[in-house]
């Protein structure tokens, strides 16, 4: 080992208490030691506390675009992590050394727990095959089972990163497994019990609100009644709808592309490797997958992905559309609807004093907003698939991870801190329900749309009355003929003859 005497960036990975990765960051040192590592283009010096090697350096110093936060994502590793440890055991079944084919699983292993996660420092912005960050996880599977063996960092002895780790592998088929298994993970454990999370807590809020009359509105304008839990059980379906189309796309998320290594081919493979290999990763991950029955496809584009993004993208305009029917019904306290008393969870402003803001449909909105951007990149990137290899695989697996994981988040928020402590203003809603004028629809079969309806409605606006008052001034209907006739409550359903 060297010890070299200037300040290069160092990595640290941050956890919470319960030993969760949180980011990684960057700090500076000094005195470092390091190690040198070879590739087919030379020797280079790597830090001697980090498992990785030549390859990964080599990276580091070609694509400084970004920095941290252009990082690959935890979920993407992990997956990278089940990937080799799979190919490990079947790999140990057609010749690999099962003692070396243990090492590789171990070490596999600390990858998928999240253990070594400061061990993968390499930006989305690289190779278009991701082929860099293959090389960083063979490379750090191979160091820390040669650890585990008791042998030297960075002698590839008796763990080679290519010869072992990579074996009957090409990054073209590896990275679109891992892409396809993280992408199938986080929808399985984090959107979709984030999604039901929201559904339910709409749903309640349907229930609860289920007699609550409020008037309705559309282009901005009112409209005839419904009820609180009418209008929120709209919601309640674009949910339902999201969750359905999120487990719509898993069943192409589940075919992989493993075993077609370099084309699609299969070259440098055994017979059944494939099959193998993706009944390994669902024994590791207990979630299904199954081997792609057309690896030159699977290599070649990543349409999959795109229609997994599509849906996130329709979730994400569902979300903006709630949030901001929220935030609009919640305005005033004074000067707005007000139809909803949204909780009050920290001050607004730091101008005026007592002033509450809706914070949590703002953040709902713009996390929505960059999903939307995100669906601009992965459709960009997987229609420039050409011939046999798709090489914008990295910046696809980010946007798409980045939506899943943002979108949980969002919904998870917003349920905890938003839904469930809506209220209903009743005073403020009867008050804007007897004042509307559309309640004068329910009179169109007595009294006809042109000739009599339309003149009080107007006459009522025109001289700021209510529209009972305008109906009786032109002798239209009596006061009594027109409670009868114009109650909300007979205006929530289609007539019963």
Same mark, same amino acid.
């Given at each position: 080992?060297?010890?070299?005497?200037?300040t290069?960036?160092?990595?640290?990975? &941050?956890?919470?208490?319960?030993?969760?990765?949180?980011? !990684? $960051?960057?700090?500076?040192c000094?005195?470092?030691s390091?190690?040198?590592?070879?590739?087919?283009?030379?020797?280079l010096?790597?830090?001697?506390?980090? =498992?990785?090697g *030549?390859?990964t350096?080599?990276?580091l110093?070609?694509?400084?675009?970004?920095?941290?936060?252009?990082?690959?994502?935890?979920?993407?590793?992990k997956?990278?992590g089940?990937?080799?440890?799979?190919?490990?055991? &079947?790999n140990?079944? =057609?010749?690999?050394?099962?003692k070396?084919?243990?090492?590789? $699983?171990?070490?596999?292993d600390?990858v998928?727990?999240?253990?070594?996660?400061d061990h993968?420092?390499?930006?989305?912005?690289?190779?278009?095959?991701?082929?860099?960050?293959?090389?960083?996880?063979?490379?750090v599977?191979?160091?820390r089972?040669?650890?585990?063996?008791?042998?030297?960092l960075?002698?590839k002895?008796?763990?080679?990163?290519?010869?072992h780790?990579n074996?009957s592998?090409?990054?073209?088929?590896?990275?679109?497994t891992a892409?396809?298994?993280?992408? &199938?993970t986080? !929808?399985?454990?984090?959107l979709?019990p984030?999604?039901?999370?929201?559904?339910?807590?709409?749903?309640?809020?349907?229930q609860?609100? #289920?007699?609550i009359?409020?008037?309705g509105?559309?282009h901005l304008?009112?409209a005839?009644?419904?009820?609180f839990?009418q209008?929120?059980?709209?919601?309640?379906?674009?949910?339902?709808?999201?969750?359905?189309?999120?487990?719509?796309?898993?069943?192409?998320l589940?075919f992989?592309? $493993?075993g077609?290594?370099?084309?699609g081919?299969g070259?440098?493979?055994?017979?059944d490797?494939?099959v193998?290999v993706?009944?390994?990763i #669902?024994?590791i991950?207990?979630?299904k997958f199954?081997?792609?029955?057309?690896?030159?496809?699977a290599l070649?584009?990543?349409?999959?992905?795109?229609?997994?993004?599509?849906?996130?993208?329709? !979730?994400?305009?569902?979300?903006?559309?709630?949030?901001?029917?929220?935030?609009?019904?919640?305005?005033g306290?004074?000067?707005g609807?007000?139809?909803?008393?949204?909780?009050e969870?920290e001050?607004?402003?730091?101008?005026?004093?007592?002033?509450?803001?809706?914070?949590?449909?703002?953040?709902?909105?713009m996390?929505?907003?960059?999903?939307?951007g995100?669906?601009?990149?992965?459709? !960009?990137?997987?229609?420039?698939?050409?011939?046999?290899l798709n090489?914008?695989?990295?910046?696809?697996?980010?946007?798409v991870?980045? #939506?899943?994981?943002?979108?949980?988040?969002?919904?998870r928020?917003?349920? @905890?801190?938003?839904?469930?402590?809506i209220?209903?203003? @009743?005073?403020?809603?009867?008050h804007l329900l007897?004042?509307?004028?559309?309640? *004068?629809?329910?009179?169109?079969?007595?009294?006809?749309?042109?000739?009599t309806l339309?003149k009080?409605?107007? @006459?009522?606006?025109r001289e700021?009355?209510?529209?009972?008052?305008a109906? &009786?001034?032109? $002798?239209?209907?009596?006061?009594?003929?027109f409670d009868?006739?114009?109650?909300?409550?007979?205006?929530?359903h289609p007539?019963d003859?």
């Amino acid at each position: 080992m060297t010890s070299l005497n200037f300040t290069p960036k160092s990595l640290a990975c &941050v956890t919470d208490a319960q030993g969760e990765f949180l980011f !990684i $960051q960057y700090f500076f040192c000094s005195n470092q030691s390091f190690r040198t590592e070879r590739d087919t283009f030379g020797e280079l010096q790597v830090p001697a506390d980090r =498992y990785w090697g *030549a390859q990964t350096q080599r990276s580091l110093q070609n694509f400084d675009i970004g920095g941290p936060s252009q990082w690959l994502p935890p979920p993407l590793i992990k997956a990278f992590g089940v990937v080799k440890n799979a190919a490990s055991i &079947v790999n140990a079944s =057609y010749g690999l050394d099962p003692k070396i084919g243990e090492a590789i $699983q171990r070490a596999a292993d600390d990858v998928i727990s999240g253990k070594l996660m400061d061990h993968f420092p390499l930006v989305v912005f690289q190779t278009g095959s991701g082929t860099q960050t293959n090389m960083n996880v063979n490379e750090v599977i191979s160091n820390r089972a040669i650890e585990l063996l008791g042998g030297e960092l960075g002698s590839k002895n008796p763990v080679h990163p290519n010869d072992h780790v990579n074996m009957s592998q090409s990054s073209n088929d590896t990275f679109p497994t891992a892409m396809h298994v993280a992408a &199938v993970t986080e !929808i399985s454990h984090s959107l979709l019990p984030a999604l039901t999370g929201l559904r339910d807590a709409l749903d309640e809020k349907v229930q609860s609100f #289920s007699h609550i009359i409020k008037i309705g509105r559309t282009h901005l304008q009112d409209a005839t009644p419904l009820t609180f839990g009418q209008e929120f059980s709209g919601y309640v379906q674009q949910i339902d709808n999201g969750i359905a189309r999120a487990k719509d796309v898993l069943p192409r998320l589940r075919f992989l592309a $493993q075993g077609g290594t370099a084309v699609g081919t299969g070259l440098n493979t055994k017979k059944d490797f494939d099959v193998r290999v993706a009944a390994e990763i #669902s024994n590791i991950t207990g979630l299904k997958f199954q081997t792609a029955p057309n690896k030159f496809e699977a290599l070649a584009c990543h349409d999959a992905l795109a229609e997994a993004h599509g849906a996130l993208n329709v !979730i994400a305009c569902s979300l903006m559309k709630i949030a901001n029917d929220i935030r609009f019904l919640g305005s005033g306290p004074r000067r707005g609807f007000r139809e909803l008393m949204l909780p009050e969870n920290e001050p607004g402003s730091s101008i005026m004093p007592g002033k509450v803001n809706p914070t949590q449909c703002e953040a709902m909105t713009m996390v929505t907003a960059q999903v939307m951007g995100n669906q601009t990149t992965v459709s !960009i990137a997987n229609s420039n698939g050409h011939f046999e290899l798709n090489v914008f695989k990295p910046v696809i697996i980010m946007n798409v991870l980045q #939506s899943i994981h943002s979108l949980s988040d969002a919904s998870r928020s917003f349920t @905890k801190n938003c839904v469930v402590g809506i209220r209903a203003n @009743k005073k403020r809603i009867n008050h804007l329900l007897n004042k509307s004028l559309m309640l *004068a629809t329910i009179l169109n079969s007595h009294l006809g749309y042109d000739s009599t309806l339309a003149k009080a409605a107007k @006459k009522a606006h025109r001289e700021g009355t209510t529209l009972k008052e305008a109906t &009786v001034a032109l $002798q239209f209907l009596t006061p009594e003929e027109f409670d009868e006739k114009v109650r909300p409550e007979l205006m929530l359903h289609p007539d019963d003859e």
